[in-house]
C-alpha cells in the first residue's frame, strides 16, 4: 500500500518554463513533507521542505505548495535549468518519525 | 566539511551469505537511518539510529538488523542474503531524529547472486 504517490514517472519541459512535479499521499498523520533530488550515482540531496501547518513555502527557484485537504503537493521549478535534470522524490513523515517517499519522477530540462 | 561516507561503494554476494555496510555521519550529526532503494522504486524505511539507540524499524525481516557506534557511525547487516535484497542501501544523517532534514551518503550498490 503506497502511502506516497508520485503517479507522473518522467515530465520533460523546455528550459525557462515552469517545471511542476506532483505528489499525492494517503496517509492524513503525515505532518511534514519533503523534496529530494537525485542524480545517478549520488544520493538524494535535500530540496525544499514543508510543514503541514503552511500552505507554501519557497526558497530561489524552487516553490512547495501543499494542499491538505486534497492531500496533494506540487513542486515548481521556475524557471528550469538544464543542470535540475534528475529524480525528484517526494517524501512525507508523521507520528512514525520516519520517511516515506514517492516512487520518483524523472524530470528532463531540454535546452 | 566532509559529507555522509558510505563503505563499500559496491558489492557482489552469493545467495546465502551475510553482508555488512557502513556509514559514517557529518561530524556532529547523532541520527542515522538507513534506507533500500530497489530500481524505479523510492527509498525504502529500514532502520532509524539516534544516540546509538533504535528509534524506528521499517518492514523488513529479522535477517535485516543494525547498530551504531559511540562515534555515531553505523553498521547495516544482512544475513542469509536473498536475491530480492539486491538494491542500492543508503545512509542518511541528521543531527536530531526525523522530521529533521536528513543528509544521504552516495549509497553502496548491493547485487546477490
Known amino acids: 500500500d503506497q502511502q506516497v504517490k508520485q503517479n507522473s514517472p518522467s515530465l520533460s519541459v523546455q528550459e525557462g518554463r515552469i517545471s511542476i512535479l506532483n505528489c499525492d499521499y494517503t496517509n492524513s498523520m503525515f505532518d511534514y513533507f519533503l523534496w529530494y533530488k537525485k542524480y545517478p550515482a549520488e544520493g538524494p540531496t535535500f530540496l525544499i521542505s514543508i510543514s503541514s501547518i503552511k500552505d507554501k513555502n519557497e526558497d530561489g527557484r524552487f516553490t512547495v505548495f501543499l494542499n491538505k485537504s486534497a492531500k496533494h503537493l506540487s513542486l515548481h521549478i521556475v524557471p528550469s535549468q538544464p543542470g535540475d535534470s534528475a529524480v525528484y522524490f517526494c517524501a512525507a513523515s508523521g507520528s512514525a518519525r520516519q520517511l516515506t517517499f514517492g516512487s520518483g519522477t524523472q524530470l528532463t530540462v531540454l535546452p | 566539511d566532509a559529507g555522509v561516507t558510505q563503505s563499500p561503494t559496491h558489492l557482489i554476494k552469493t545467495r546465502g551469505q551475510h553482508v555488512t555496510l557502513r556509514c559514517s555521519p557529518i561530524s556532529g550529526h547523532k541520527s542515522v537511518s538507513w534506507y533500500q532503494q530497489v530500481l524505479g522504486q523510492g527509498p525504502q524505511f529500514i532502520f532509524q539510529y539516534y544516540e546509538k539507540e533504535e528509534r524506528g524499524r521499517g518492514n523488513f525481516p529479522d535477517r535485516f538488523s543494525a547498530r551504531q557506534f559511540p562515534n555515531y557511525s553505523s553498521e547495516l547487516n544482512v544475513n542469509a542474503l536473498l536475491l530480492g535484497d539486491s538494491a542500492l542501501y543508503l545512509c542518511?544523517?541528521?543531527?536530531?531524529?526525523?522530521?529533521?532534514?536528513?543528509?544521504f551518503g552516495p549509497g553502496t550498490r548491493l547485487t546477490v547472486l
Open positions: 542518511a544523517s541528521s543531527l536530531n531524529p526525523v522530521p529533521d532534514t536528513q543528509y
